[in-house]
């Protein structure tokens, strides 16, 4: 494979976290689990759940703090990206939504959503770099917005305890020249044989709303975790050794990781099974949960706020997704 670096910059971050916090205790007291036991298995203490937003609210919300950051207006974007799991509606994509509340002007950007569940800002940054290098657009904004509210299944642990609702944006742009912004490499595998291990059958044609054998049990999230792990755990390293090759690089020589923030155990496989150091890693799961598609971003985010990214940083982004597909991306920041 050839590697072409992309001289390619996020100019821009911004974020939304809804305000009322639920901890793992309220909702094990809501749900009869023992004290104690949702951190224990999860590594979630809290987490944010949105009320009476919408995805397209909080995804506009996270995209004025990324355009302020960039120094640009909503009109100066050339293309606008939804990247999330979780739609506003069916048709049309939420990205079009964003555009009329960030009061962007009419046909100024081309409007499109994509769907990595997880993968879905990784995916989308990958796509819009390569957009901008071709010089098809200039300023581009991806937004994932994550609101799991409605789809969070009472009877499976790993659906009412893991996640939490959330939005992050970014601006890319091209770098300018002598800046060290770069996206060196990425690269997403989807081994599909584990397709089934993470799903919600529900709102398709397959199972269609209009169909009276659609049961309300068939619009909720289910995820076999301990599967999920059990693949990764053997596909992450093989994955991340080939792709480490390609690019040419090791495990230390990433300032960050900023991971997709699924689980304690998930988490912890990028120590045990990548050789990364536990100061390498940002991890903020205790305090977020899994927000799906804004996990990555809004681990980001949070960790330009804190400094524990710089600029001209070199960082991983890294996770797994649905499908079940494995991507990563080496840039520097």
Known sequence: MTIRPLSIKIAGLGKYLPPTVVTSAALEEQLNFPAGWVER???????????????SEMASAAARGA???AGLQPGDLDAIIGASASVRQAIPCTAAYVQRELGAPDGRSACFDLNATCLSFVLALQQAAHLIQSGVYRNVLIFSSELGTYSRNRKRWESS?????????????????GEPSTI???RLSTFSSGADLTRLVGGGTLHHPNDPATTPE??????????????????LPRFFESFSQELGWAAADYARVIPHQASGQGLKLLNSHLGFSAGQVFNHLAERGNCIAASIPLALTEAVECGSVRRGDKVLLLGTAAGLSIGAMALTF
């Not at 298995?41 to 995805?55: H, L, N």
Request: charged share 20%; hydrophobic share 55%.
């Open 184 to 186: 060196w490499h990425a």
């Open 41 to 55: 298995i999860t590594g979630v203490r809290s987490r944010r759940y949105a009320s009476a937003e919408t995805v």
């Open 218 to 235: 068939m619009n909720m999230f289910e995820m076999d975790g301990a599967a999920v792990l059990k693949e990764a755990s053997v596909l």
């Open 161 to 177: 305890v893991i996640f939490g609702d959330g939005a992050a944006a970014a601006v890319v742009t091209a770098a300018a020249p």
């Open 67 to 69: 355009l302020e950051m």
